[in-house]
């Protein structure tokens, strides 16, 4: 993660999460806050009534990855907490799927650069 920084702190987290919009999708929700740096902030929470721990790890590494995916294409400076959504089976998990629903929420959001037509 190049430009990205992680959000470590729980007050970090409830500010992003208060005072940021929402988007939701079937297996992902994810909150977005602009923080005027020239930095994204990035906070990954699991449930702990999600699955057990070794689950739970699995699926932050799986959000982890869409996200490296997708950081060239994101503008920087906003602060983005993603969240495991409650009612999701954890271990039905697919890393396609949870790329393409994170690439929608980035799109709804309007935090994806434009690319360049040629």
Same mark, same amino acid.
């Given at each position: 993660?190049?430009?990205?920084k ?7 987290? @409830? ?5 940021? =919009? ?20 990035l ?5 702990? =009534? ?5 689950? @739970? ?10 996200y ?39 799109e709804?959001a ?9």
């Amino acid at each position: 993660m190049k430009k990205t920084k992680m959000l470590k702190k729980n007050y970090e987290f @409830r500010a992003v999460l208060s005072k940021g =919009k929402f988007f939701a999708e079937k297996e992902i929700e994810i909150s977005i806050l602009k923080n005027n740096k020239n930095l994204n902030l990035l906070g990954i929470a699991v449930g702990t =009534k999600n699955g057990k721990a070794f689950q @739970r790890n699995r699926v932050k590494r799986i959000i982890r990855e869409c996200y490296t995916r997708l950081e060239g294409q994101v503008i920087e400076g906003y602060s983005i907490v993603i969240l495991m959504n409650k009612k999701f089976c954890i271990s039905d998990i697919k890393f396609s799927e949870v790329f393409i629903e994170m690439q929608k929420i980035f799109e709804k959001a309007g935090i994806l650069k434009e690319e360049e037509k040629i």
